[in-house]
Structure formats: C-alpha cells, structure tokens
C-alpha cells in the first residue's frame, strides 16, 4: 500500500491502495516505516496519493466498530499527522485528487502543499456524517486554515475545491493532475537547498505550541474514546 523512492535526497513516499486509500491502521503502519527511512536517508519527503485522490480518511468498518481496533488506528492517524509537522525534513504533499477527513489532517500536515486541479473534494466532514470532531482535528485545521474557513470547515463540514482550497489554506497552489508530481518535485528540489538545522529547529519553534496542542488533544480524545465496541 506504499511505496518508497529514494533519488537525489528526495523521498517520494507514495499512497495506494488500489481503491481510496483509507486510512487503516496497517497502511499508517508501512506509512510510519516509510517516514522512518526518509529519516535514515536524511532526505527531503513528498508524500502523494493515486491517481484522482489523495486520501478518502479513516477505514470506515474499524472506525464504527468501535473498540480497542478503531482506537488504535485514531491514536495512529494523528500521532502520523503530528510527527509530519514535527518531520526534520521538509514534507511536500502531492494532494493528487480527493482529500477527506483524515485525509485532510495529513494534507495539512505538510510544510508544502500542491494539489491537482479537477473536480475534487478537499473536506474535513465529520460533522456532515454525524461525527464530533476530535479534539486533535480541531487543532489540526486550528493551526494552517485561516480563522474564517477554520469555522466554515470545522463546524459545518463546508466542501472546498482545489482553487477554494488555495485561499482557505488547505493548500498551497495547484496545478493541472498530470503535472502534480513534476510540481511537487520541482517544490521539494527547492526545499532540499536550505539548511536543514535552521529548518528544524525554525519547525520547533513556529509549531511548538500547535504540537503541544495537537498532542494533548490526542491524549483526551483517546480518553475519550469508549473502550468497548457497541453492541452488535
């Protein structure tokens, strides 16, 4: 489900399910190890989708099951999104298509984010579906969205497209889908000129708080969260 590719100090980590590219705690595993050789490599990242969507969120069948399993894959989820901001490299997302729930969290968990021009959904629509949104989303979208789309994203679950996406903060520029990659390419080429110590340790400083915030809101959501799965 990802893939890993290593040339001139980038990192392509690329997302793919064959279908929508749920979030499950397995894929969030092979992400995390993928993230871990990025580390070793000391490379630059772009973290990309399939083809027509970056990611539709959580896998579903867990996440209403309930129980130990769905708790496990929302500690993962965020805790992936929190350690992207805190990434010592720089993290480029290929926003290749469809953006949702959870999949927006990690799209905002980018220091660069370019998305493919279309017919896309760019969404954080937990209320829209009868969820309450978690604590750590809410810090999440708190942190990158201006104050105005922060309110209509988070409280009423409003849908962007890529071009809205761009003024709300979802996103930092666009491009047409077949030339997503290339784009993202050029972007992280650029980045892996700077000094990476003055870069991570400017990431702690400008994202302490957020990071504080977001890793506290994972501790009460967790909390939160009914241990057993509801009755069948």
């Known amino acids: 489900m990802i893939s890993y590719r290593v040339d001139d100090e980038i990192a392509t980590i690329t997302i793919d399910d064959g279908k929508v590219n749920v979030l499950s705690l397995p894929l969030l595993t092979e992400l995390n190890a993928a993230l871990d050789r990025a580390e070793q490599d000391q490379a630059v990242v772009i973290l990309a989708g399939r083809q027509g969507v970056f990611s539709a969120g959580f896998y579903l069948p867990v996440l209403r099951a309930g ?10 989820g965020f805790e992936t999104a929190a350690r992207l901001l805190a990434f010592p490299r720089p993290v480029v997302i290929a926003c ?39 604590r750590a989303a809410v810090e999440i979208c708190r942190q990158r969205l201006t104050p105005a789309h922060f309110n209509r994203a988070v409280i009423i679950a409003e849908t962007f497209s890529p071009a809205d996406a761009v003024a709300a903060g979802f996103l930092d520029r666009t491009a047409e889908a077949s030339e997503v990659h290339e784009v993202a390419r050029g972007v992280a080429a650029q980045l ?16 302490g708080r957020a990071l504080d ?20």
């Open 192 to 207: 892996a000129a700077l000094d990476m110590d003055a870069h991570a340790a400017t990431k702690r400083r400008a994202r």
């Open 96 to 134: 290749t298509g469809h953006a949702v729930a959870m999949g927006v969290f990690l799209l905002l968990s980018g220091d660069f984010r370019v998305g493919a021009t279309g017919p896309f959904k760019i969404t954080a629509n937990e209320v829209a579906i009868g969820v309450t949104m978690p």
């Open 67 to 76: 129980g130990p399993d769905a708790l496990a894959m929302l500690r993962a």
């Open 213 to 232: 915030a977001i890793r506290a809101a994972i501790d009460m959501d967790m909390a939160a969260y009914p241990v057993s799965a509801p009755a069948s």
